[in-house]
C-alpha cells in the first residue's frame, strides 16, 4: 500500500483521503508501497479576497495536491483524476466516468498543474422540489467541477424537501411521511456533507421579515396564516389596510418606521449568528414581494432601500458589540434595486451586495449589452407601482447606481436554471448564454455567480450546470472544447448528431416565451414550436438505433434522450396551442404531457424536476392545473 499523508483538518481529512482512494482503485487498482502521495490544504477561511488554488505534481509515483483552502483540496484531487480521463458529467457517484489504467501509468507518470480560480463565489441555491439524496448528491458533486458553495434557503431546506416528499403536483405518487423533525435530521446531514467538503455555506435569505411577526424562515412561502391583532402595527401599511400578502410571512413587507421593527429584526439577526457560526455567509433579505411597501406618512418620505441600509448598518453595530465576524449578505431586488439615496453602508468589509435581476431576458447574454449607449439612467421609483425589467440594460443600470455607493465584495445571484431554461428545450443556447454571462463578471466588477435553480436539470443534459461549474473555476475555457468533452462522453462516437439535435432545439425554442415575457399570440413561436415537434419525431430512429447499438453509461443517456423527446413533443405541442390561442385545445395536449412526465417520474427522477416544470408553467406559460 501506498504511503498516504493527508495534512488537513476534520471532517474533510477523512472525505480527501475516502474519496482520493476509492478514485485511485477504480482507475490505477491497488499502488505499490514505493508510492507516496501528500494531501493537503492551507486550511485558509473564505472570504472576499480569497481566491481557490491549486498545485498538482506528479513525479514518477510521488504525488502531491495541494490547496489553499479545504475545498480547494477536494477540488483538486477531483482534478488529478480528471486530467487521467475522469469525467463528472452530472450528480450522483453512479454517473462518473473513471477509465481504467494500469498501475504503471501512475508509477512512470509526470504532472504539474497549477491553477487559480477565476471568480470566488462559485455557487449554486437549492430550489424546486428535492430528495434528501437529490441535494447529497448534488453538493458530492459540486467540487468535482469547480463549484465552492451551496446556499440552504431558510432555516433549514423544509420547503424543498417538503414538496418532494408530499410530491406537491404529482398526485401519481404516494405522499411519503414527512414533518418539522424529519426535515431537521436532513438539514443536519446537508450541514455534514458541506463541512466534511470545506463547501462554504450560505444561509438564510427571505424569512426575516416573517421573524419579526413570530413566524419561522423553515416554512418558506406557506400561506393561509391570520396575522394576529398584536403584530399588525409592525406590518406595511398598503392602502390603508395592515395585514399579510396573501395570507404569507415571507411575501410581506414590514413598517420600518415603527421603531420596534428594525431593532427586533437586528436581535434576530444577531441571535441567529451566535448559534450558527459555521455559517460563512448569512444572508438577510427583505420580504419576497413586490409592490408591498409601506404607505404610512413617515416610509413614504424615503425609499425602503434607504431604510434597508440603516438597518443594515444597526445590524453591524451589534454584531460588532457581540464580537461576531459574520459576514452579510444583503439584497439588490425587487424594490431594493433602487439604489438608497441618502444611508450609506458604513462598514463594507462586513457585507456582500448580491445583485438578483430575477426578471432578466436569457435570449441574451451581459456580453451583448451596448454599454456605452445602451444602459439608461434607472427610473424614477414609484411606491407600489413599480414593474420588473426584462432588458438586462434596466437592471444592470440598478446595479451600477448601487455600485456608486457600495464598493465592497458583490456576486450576481442569477436564474438560469431556476425556470428560464424550461423554455429552451435543447438546454444549448442557455449553455452558451451561461458562458459568456460568466465571462463578463469582472468587466461588470462582480467577484462572482451563485445559481438560484432546481438540483435535477439534466433534461436533457446537465450541460449548462457543467459549463457553469467549469468556468467560474476558469473563465478562460474554450465554450466549444467543452461541448466537445462533454457531448463526446456522453453519447460517444456520434456526439455530433446529438448537438446538432440539440442545438437546433434551443434556436427554435425560446425562455422568454415560455416565462411569459412578450406576447402570448405568436404566430412565429407557433410555427416553431410545429417544427420542434417535427424535428423530434424525425430523430426518433438515430435514437433508437444508438440505443440498440450501445451499452453501459453511453447507452443510459441514449435511453434518456429517448424520454426527452417525447416530453418536447408534447409541450411543444401545447404551447403551439397557447401560440395561436386555442385555450381549450392547449389545456387538454397540457394534460397529456402532465400524465406523461407524473407517471415517468420514478424513471426521470434525478433528472427533471417535475413539480418546478409544472410550477413555472402555470404561474407563467399560461397552463392551468
Not at 493527508?6 to 476509492?22: D, G, M, N, Q, Y
Not at 466516468?97 to 498543474?113: A, C, Q
Not at 434576530?268 to 411597501?293: C, E, F, G, Q, T
Not at 416610509?299 to 432601500?305: D, G, I, R, Y
Amino acid at each position: 500500500m501506498m504511503q498516504l499523508n493527508i495534512e488537513v483538518s476534520e471532517p474533510v481529512k477523512a472525505t480527501a483521503e475516502a474519496e482520493f482512494l476509492r478514485l485511485f482503485r477504480a482507475m490505477f487498482g491497488e499502488a505499490p508501497s514505493n508510492a507516496t502521495v501528500t494531501l493537503s490544504s492551507d486550511g485558509i477561511a473564505p472570504g472576499p479576497s480569497v481566491h481557490d488554488a491549486i498545485a498538482i505534481t506528479l513525479d514518477h509515483g510521488n504525488l502531491t495536491i495541494h490547496g489553499n483552502t479545504n475545498v480547494a483540496l477536494i477540488i483538486g484531487i477531483y482534478r488529478f483524476f480528471y486530467e487521467f480521463g475522469a469525467r463528472y458529467p452530472q450528480p450522483g457517484e453512479n454517473r462518473e466516468i473513471i477509465p481504467s489504467h494500469g498501475i504503471d501509468e501512475f508509477i512512470n507518470g509526470t504532472l504539474k498543474v497549477e491553477e487559480t480560480a477565476s471568480q470566488v463565489h462559485r455557487g449554486v441555491c437549492i430550489e424546486g422540489a428535492d430528495s434528501i439524496e437529490n441535494i447529497l448528491d448534488f453538493i458530492t458533486w459540486m467540487p468535482k467541477v469547480g463549484f465552492n458553495a451551496f446556499f440552504v434557503q431558510f432555516e433549514n431546506p423544509y420547503p424543498f424537501l417538503k414538496r418532494w416528499y408530499e410530491h406537491e403536483f404529482n398526485p401519481y405518487a404516494e405522499v411519503e411521511e414527512f414533518d418539522t423533525d424529519i426535515a431537521q435530521r436532513m438539514s443536519d446531514e446537508v450541514d455534514r456533507c458541506m463541512a466534511e467538503r470545506g463547501i462554504i455555506q450560505h444561509r438564510v435569505g427571505h424569512g426575516w421579515t416573517g421573524e419579526v411577526l413570530g413566524y419561522s424562515s423553515k416554512y418558506g412561502w406557506e400561506k393561509g396564516i391570520k396575522l394576529p391583532k398584536d403584530k399588525e402595527p409592525l406590518v406595511a401599511e398598503i392602502k390603508g389596510k395592515r395585514e399579510l400578502i396573501d395570507g404569507a410571512p415571507i411575501l410581506t413587507s414590514l413598517d420600518f418606521a415603527n421603531p420596534e421593527v428594525i431593532p427586533q429584526m437586528v436581535e434576530l439577526v444577531v441571535d441567529y449568528a451566535k448559534k450558527r457560526p459555521d455559517v460563512d455567509y448569512l444572508h438577510v433579505w427583505l420580504s419576497d414581494a413586490d409592490n408591498n411597501i409601506c404607505e404610512c406618512d413617515e416610509c413614504k418620505k424615503e425609499l425602503v432601500s434607504d431604510q434597508y441600509v440603516r438597518f443594515l448598518n444597526d445590524l453591524d453595530e451589534r454584531l460588532t458589540e457581540e464580537g461576531l465576524d459574520t459576514r452579510i449578505c444583503f439584497l439588490l431586488y425587487h424594490e431594493l434595486l433602487f439604489a438608497p439615496e441618502h444611508e450609506v453602508i458604513k462598514h463594507p468589509d462586513r457585507f456582500t451586495m448580491m445583485f438578483a435581476p430575477i426578471t432578466r431576458t436569457f435570449e441574451k447574454s451581459y456580453a451583448d449589452v451596448d454599454y456605452e449607449h445602451g444602459v439608461p439612467e434607472p427610473e424614477p421609483y414609484v411606491r407600489n407601482d413599480y414593474t420588473m425589467p426584462n432588458s438586462l440594460e434596466e437592471n444592470l443600470a440598478y446595479l451600477f447606481a448601487w455600485q456608486k455607493t457600495f464598493k465592497g465584495d458583490s456576486f450576481v445571484y442569477d436564474y438560469p436554471l431556476g425556470r428560464a431554461h424550461y423554455g429552451d428545450f435543447g438546454y444549448m443556447k442557455i449553455a452558451h448564454t451561461i458562458a459568456r454571462d460568466i465571462q463578463y463578471l469582472d468587466r461588470l466588477g462582480l467577484n462572482g455567480y451563485v445559481s438560484c435553480q432546481e438540483l435535477r436539470v439534466g433534461t436533457p443534459t446537465f450541460f449548462p450546470n457543467y459549463v457553469m461549474g467549469r468556468m467560474l473555476w476558469d473563465s478562460k475555457l474554450d465554450y466549444d472544447a467543452l461541448v466537445e468533452e462533454y457531448f463526446e462522453t456522453l453519447f460517444g462516437a456520434d456526439w455530433k448528431q446529438v448537438v446538432d439535435y440539440l442545438s437546433q432545439m434551443s434556436t427554435l425554442s425560446s425562455c422568454d416565451y415560455f416565462n411569459a415575457i412578450g406576447e402570448r399570440l405568436d404566430p412565429d413561436m407557433a410555427r416553431r414550436y410545429d417544427e420542434i415537434v417535427a424535428m423530434a419525431d424525425e430523430f426518433l430512429p438515430v435514437i433508437e438505433q444508438h440505443i440498440a447499438d450501445s451499452t453501459g453509461v453511453v447507452k443510459s443517456y441514449w435511453l434518456g434522450l429517448s424520454h426527452h423527446r417525447q416530453y418536447v413533443m408534447k409541450l411543444a405541442a401545447a404551447l403551439h396551442e397557447i401560440a395561436v390561442g386555442n385555450e381549450e385545445k392547449a389545456q387538454h395536449l397540457w394534460h397529456d404531457f402532465l400524465d406523461f412526465i407524473r407517471r415517468n417520474e420514478p424513471l426521470t427522477q434525478p433528472n427533471l424536476d417535475v413539480y418546478r416544470v409544472i410550477e413555472v408553467a402555470k404561474n407563467y406559460a399560461g397552463f392551468k392545473l
